[in-house]
């Protein structure tokens, strides 16, 4: 073959080549979204709940948005090209209700910025289109209905209301933000449950509650209800001998943990990052701060139809301290043989077979501190709580080990974490830089 031939087949072989990688690359990127978020704030980047979410959705969803050309409908299509690139059964339109005003009468739209979220026969309307706003759409379209969750107020404990530092307005407003319906409950009044909860939150008690109250408790739970209860050091609330009914045993103790706790403060402070298998914490890797909490025990033989699981546990450098002397700052704190040697468990999930095939879930924490404002937000606290009530209203969907949106997260700093800022930075590497200079000019002077 002449040496043109061998040439010309040669690059004609090249540009097939070529032009097959080409069209490849294409057919897979039009296959595949990919992005990248370089703004600061994390603004063009879902939240994983919200994308959780929406991959649990089966069914279309169509979007209309009644609003009039400008940046706010702008806005609005961005965001919905986030949800649409998601999922594939996301559809959406814009509408200048001036332009059809029929359309606008017929969702009932009376102003600009309204959207109608639709889908499986059911629809729903915001005023303001937000990532949140979107999802608590979604989860009425899918569920029907809002979750209700209630919070008894009347034995001391802190109010849903509150901002200040004891409060729960903090879990209020995450909770809501995830599609609950939020509010408290006076059971002394009523003596009952109400029946729409789907969970009920007993946060901190400080005073008893009546037996009927108890044995409301206890009919609710047989019911099939979910309750999360969380209970300060020497103070159950007259709750004791329910939480033993299904399993679980709390310590007349505070959980001490000299070697993982916040820096600078008493060892009755653990930073927690020992975690079960429970589907709420399975791969779960952040810390939690656990302030003054007392020990749970899972009984060696819990009755008959009940299932406990671990959820959170100290170190096995902790212990139960059961000195009150120790406890109430009198004296320091340190392990004795009538002490129980950690890892200590801290947080519990108990499986109730309820009546009718049903299944109830009762969360016990032995510290309510973490639930309330001044630490809601501190470290891993807010995603693990936000992943165990998840869980037990069975929405495993919502739960997320990174939230992906940024916030502000103070760095709990333990002893050793603080040793280790210590010693690498004034010791390690001054150190590693003297011996290298030394190293070079002793090489020099035999040069």
């Known amino acids: 073959m002449a040496p043109r031939a061998v040439h010309v087949s040669s690059a004609a072989l090249f540009v097939l080549i070529f032009g097959i990688m080409l069209a490849v690359v294409y057919l897979t990127a039009m296959n595949h979204n990919m992005g990248w978020d370089l703004s600061r704030t994390g603004e063009n980047t879902l939240d994983q709940k919200t994308r959780n979410i929406l991959a649990a959705v089966d069914f279309d969803i169509r979007v209309t948005v009644f ?46 910025g309204r959207t109608v979220i639709a889908g499986k026969g059911r629809q729903v309307v ?11 759409a979604l989860l009425t379209i899918k569920q029907g209905r809002k979750r209700n969750i209630y919070v008894t107020y009347g034995h001391g404990e802190p109010a849903i209301n509150d901002k200040e530092k004891g409060g729960l307005s903090s879990l209020a407003s995450a909770l809501r933000k995830d599609g609950y319906r939020v509010d408290g409950v006076l059971t002394t009044r009523r003596d009952v449950v109400p029946r729409d909860a789907d969970l009920l939150i007993v946060a901190a008690p400080r005073e008893r509650f009546i037996p009927g109250e108890i044995q409301a408790l206890r009919e609710f739970i047989q019911q099939g209800g979910n309750v999360l209860i969380a209970i300060e050091p020497f103070a159950d609330g ?155 209203l069975d929405q495993g969907y919502l739960i997320s080990l990174d939230e992906g949106q940024p916030r502000d997260v103070p760095f709990v700093l333990t002893p050793g974490r603080l040793a280790l800022m210590f010693w690498v930075p004034v010791v390690v590497v001054p150190s590693l830089l003297l011996f290298f200079a030394m190293v070079l000019a002793w090489k020099r002077k035999r040069a």
Not at 71 to 81: F, H, Q
Not at 88 to 112: L, N
Request: proline residues 5%; contains cysteine.
């Open 126 to 136: 915001v005023d303001n289109l937000t990532e949140e706003s979107f999802v608590n």
């Open 238 to 392: 007259g709750l004791k001998d329910l939480l033993d009914e299904v399993g679980i045993e709390i310590g007349d103790d505070l959980v001490v943990d000299p070697a993982n706790h916040v820096a600078g403060s008493e060892a009755t402070i653990p930073v927690v990052s020992i975690y079960g298998s429970a589907e709420a914490v399975a791969g779960y890797t952040g810390a939690t701060v656990f302030p003054t909490s007392r020990s749970l025990v899972v009984r060696e033989n819990p009755p008959a139809g009940v299932a406990v699981s671990r959820l959170a546990r100290s170190s096995d450098q902790s212990w139960a301290e059961h000195d009150h002397a120790s406890i109430t700052g009198h004296e320091e704190f340190s392990f004795d043989p009538a002490d129980r040697r950690g890892p200590l468990d801290i947080a519990l999930l108990a499986m109730v077979q309820a009546h009718g095939n049903r299944e109830a879930g009762i969360l016990v924490f032995g510290d309510a501190d973490f639930l309330t404002n001044a630490y809601f937000n501190v470290a891993g606290n807010r995603n693990f709580a936000m992943n165990c009530i998840s869980a037990v």
């Open 67 to 112: 609003d009039k050309p400008g940046s706010e409908r702008d806005k609005a299509r961005d965001l919905l090209d986030l949800f649409a690139l998601e999922s594939p059964d996301i559809y959406y339109e814009f509408i200048h209700p001036d332009i059809r005003p029929g359309a606008a009468r017929r969702f009932g739209i009376d102003r600009y």
